[in-house]
C-alpha cells in the first residue's frame, strides 16, 4: 500500500505528480510522463519505472531531471498534505473506475485468478488510508533503487544534437 501511494505521488497521478508538476508544466521537456509499478500477485517480482515523451534534444536534460526529482523525492519524503491531496485522488480513481462495467469486469476477473475478493480490495484501501508520510517514503527507500535504474532511449535522435548520447 506504501509503495502503492508513494509511486502515484512521484509519478502516478497523471497532471499532478511530482514528476509531472517539475518535468512538463516547470521545465517543459515533456508532452507526459509519468511512472508505473508492476507488483504482481503470482511472484515476488516487481517493477518500477518512469516513462516520458519529449523531444530528442530535451531527452538529456529530461533524465537529469527525473533523477534530480527521484533523489530530491528519497531524500525529503512527501509533505503530509501532498499525502492527503494524493491519497484521496488514488481512492476516488479506485471508486469511479468500479463504477464502469469494463473496469468492474476486468477487477472481478483479476481477483478471480488471484484468489482475492473485493473484500481484499477494500482491506487495501483501508490500508491506504491509514498510511503516513513517513510509511510511504520508508516504502520507496526501501525498494525504489536508484542505482539500479537504467535508461531505454527510443526515437529518431538522427536529426537531433542528442544522437548517441
Known amino acids: 500500500a506504501a ?7 512521484f509519478g502516478g497521478a497523471e497532471l499532478s505528480s511530482r514528476l509531472s508538476l ?14 508505473f509499478l508492476q507488483a504482481p500477485a503470482e511472484d515476488s517480482v516487481t517493477a518500477f519505472g518512469v516513462y516520458g515523451i519529449c523531444n530528442p534534444d530535451s531527452s538529456a536534460k529530461f533524465i537529469v531531471s527525473m533523477r534530480d526529482e527521484l533523489a530530491r523525492t528519497l531524500k525529503g519524503g ?16 479506485r471508486k469511479a473506475a468500479r463504477a464502469t462495467d469494463n473496469s ?3 477487477g472481478l476477473l483479476r481477483n478471480l485468478h488471484n484468489g ?7 482491506a487495501f484501501e483501508k490500508r491506504v488510508e491509514a498510511l503516513s508520510a513517513d510509511q ?20 529518431d535522435f538522427s ?5 548517441g548520447k
Open 159 to 163: 536529426k537531433s544534437g542528442a544522437a
Open 136 to 155: 510511504v517514503i520508508a516504502a520507496m527507500r526501501k525498494y525504489v533503487e536508484p542505482g539500479k535504474m537504467f535508461v531505454i532511449r527510443v526515437g
Open 3 to 9: 509503495l502503492t501511494i508513494g509511486n502515484y505521488l
Open 104 to 106: 468492474l469486469c476486468s
Open 116 to 122: 482475492r475478493t473485493f473484500k481484499f480490495q477494500a
Open 78 to 93: 512527501f509533505e503530509k498534505d501532498e499525502l492527503e491531496k494524493g491519497r484521496s485522488g488514488w481512492l476516488q480513481a
Open 22 to 35: 517539475r518535468i512538463r508544466d516547470k521545465e517543459g521537456l515533456s508532452y507526459g510522463v509519468g511512472t
